[in-house]
């Protein structure tokens, strides 16, 4: 184990002194970290960075495998275009987590912005998971083709919703699973609301336990409630608008 304090270091010269550090060992502790961006870039299975402060941009983006914990809250873009591995934020997020994720899990203790799980995707046995404790700004699964998101909405404060407007526009694919019910006009058209059926619990309750654990949460409590499942109703919800009639519809 080495330990890195990124107390006034340049962003990119933390990130090769990191690299370097992971040529040769497991796990990299990165103390006072404070907004350098890209950290742990492309970072391949068997490797550990535990950040202590808030990262920057882009953590985590492309990363291959292993495990981020940060201690400490995320700023935009957390898990972008990752192929894998986990990322556990002791905090909250900012925009667009999990952009484009291809694989792997993301466990964010409270609240995060607007986009998250933007163009998520899954292929063969390939399925991003993001678990979002708090609450969620607008645009949650935007254009989703695959993957799951759940959303637990958990100490709330009063008058606020567990999720944004526009909640799973242009949705072609994957799940959204939200704790309790959700108001009707947060959520964009074409979207299959259902309740949450026996399969699914089972795999709601596989992330939330892992999501307790991670954060000494009561699984008992978290569970004891209702899940709203939204699912597209069209792999093509956008179809309609550059085709006029059936003999041009694709």
């Not at 964010?108 to 678990?131: A, D, L, Q, S």
């Not at 404060?157 to 799940?175: D, L």
């Not at 006009?185 to 699914?200: C, F, H, L, M, P």
């Not at 654990?213 to 409590?221: E, G, K």
């Amino acid at each position: 184990m080495k330990v890195i304090d990124a107390k006034e270091t340049y962003f990119k010269t933390l990130n090769d002194m990191v690299f370097d550090a992971l040529e040769t060992e497991n796990e990299v502790i990165l103390a006072n970290v404070s907004g350098q961006r890209y950290i742990g870039t492309g970072m391949d299975a068997g490797k550990s960075i535990i950040v202590q402060g808030t990262p920057g941009n882009d953590m985590a983006c492309y990363m291959n495998g292993g495990k981020i914990t940060v201690h400490g809250n995320g700023q935009d873009a957390v898990g972008n275009t990752m192929n894998g591995g986990e990322i556990v934020i002791y905090g909250h997020s900012g925009d667009t987590v999990g952009y484009g994720m291809r694989d792997g899990k993301i466990f964010i203790e409270t609240n995060v912005g607007c986009r998250g799980g933007i163009h998520m995707k899954e292929f063969n046995e390939y399925k991003p998971k993001i678990v979002i404790g708090g609450r969620a700004g607008a645009y949650l699964g935007e254009y989703m083709a695959g993957g799951v998101i759940v959303l637990l909405g958990l100490n709330l404060k009063a008058n606020r919703e567990i999720v944004g407007h526009y909640c799973a526009t242009g949705m072609h694919g994957g799940v959204i699973y939200i704790r309790g019910d959700v108001p009707m006009d947060r959520i964009s058209n074409g979207i299959a609301v259902t309740e949450a059926d026996e399969k699914d619990m089972e795999t709601i309750g596989e992330l939330v336990r892992e999501y307790c654990q991670h954060f000494d949460v009561d699984y008992d409590s978290v569970m004891n409630s209702k899940f709203t499942r939204l699912a597209p109703t069209s792999a093509r919800p956008y179809k309609n608008l550059y085709a006029r009639n059936e003999a041009f519809s694709f």
